[in-house]
Structure formats: C-alpha cells, structure tokens
Nanobody, 123 residues
Framework: QVQVVESGGGLVQPGGSLRLSCAASGSILSIDNMGWYRQAPGKQRELVAA???????NYADSAKGRFTISGDNALNTVYLQMSSLKPEDTAVYYC?????????????????WGQGTQVTVSP
C-alpha cells in the first residue's frame, strides 16, 4: 500500500510565496511520476506541475515562470515552490504519485492521491 501526504498549505497575501511538500511512503518499488494538481471551488481538478524520475518537468501555462517543482532522486519527497501568488491560485492542492509497488510476492502499478492541502491567496 502506498500513502501520499501533502503539507505546507496556508494563507498568503497576493505576491507572496509558499512551498508545498509531498511525501510518498509504503511498499514502494519505484516512483515514476509525481504531480501537483489543484481544484478550486466549482472547477475541475487541473494539473499544475509534474516531474518524472528522470527529472523531466511539465507545467501548466498558469504556473510557468512562477512555480517550480523539484524532488529528490527517488522522488520520495517532492516540492512545489510557488511565487508571485495570485488570488486565482486559491485552491486545494493535491499530490499524485505513480509507480510500482510491492504487493506480496508480486508487483503492481499504483496511482495514489493525497488528501490535499488548502492554499488561500488573499489580502
């Protein structure tokens, strides 16, 4: 079983910065991709940024130039550094992990979501 836990959310003023952390644990053989998603009230969940085990990154247009995703070599912990925050960045931010897990004597792909962390950008 794989667990994903986010932390670091909170209230920040427009123009401020915040760093989110995501930690994956459990019977993990590999973490192949980690992504940060967000969901604002009344809107669909959307990708913010993602990183592969090889270090490739991908950003939503709204995040480019303001957000940076990073992680350790094994992606056990991934960070989302957010700068120049805007009120429209207000949302619940979710972390997603994909990879392969040990299940008894075999292996199985997993795709696991965290519970989310609230980010509120307001004066």
């Amino acid at each position: 079983q794989v667990q994903v836990v986010e932390s670091g959310g909170g209230l920040v003023q427009p123009g401020g910065s915040l760093r989110l952390s995501c930690a994956a644990s459990g019977s993990i053989l590999s973490i192949d991709n980690m992504g940060w998603y967000r969901q604002a009230p009344g809107k669909q969940r959307e990708l913010v940024a993602a990183i592969t085990r090889g270090g490739s990154t991908n950003y939503a247009d709204s995040a480019k130039g303001r957000f940076t995703i990073s992680g350790d070599n094994a992606l056990n912990t991934v960070y989302l550094q957010m700068s120049s925050l805007k009120p429209e960045d207000t949302a619940v931010y979710y972390c997603n992990a994909e990879g392969v897990a040990n299940v008894g004597l075999t292996f199985r792909k997993y795709n696991t979501w965290g519970q989310g962390t609230q980010v509120t950008v307001s004066p």
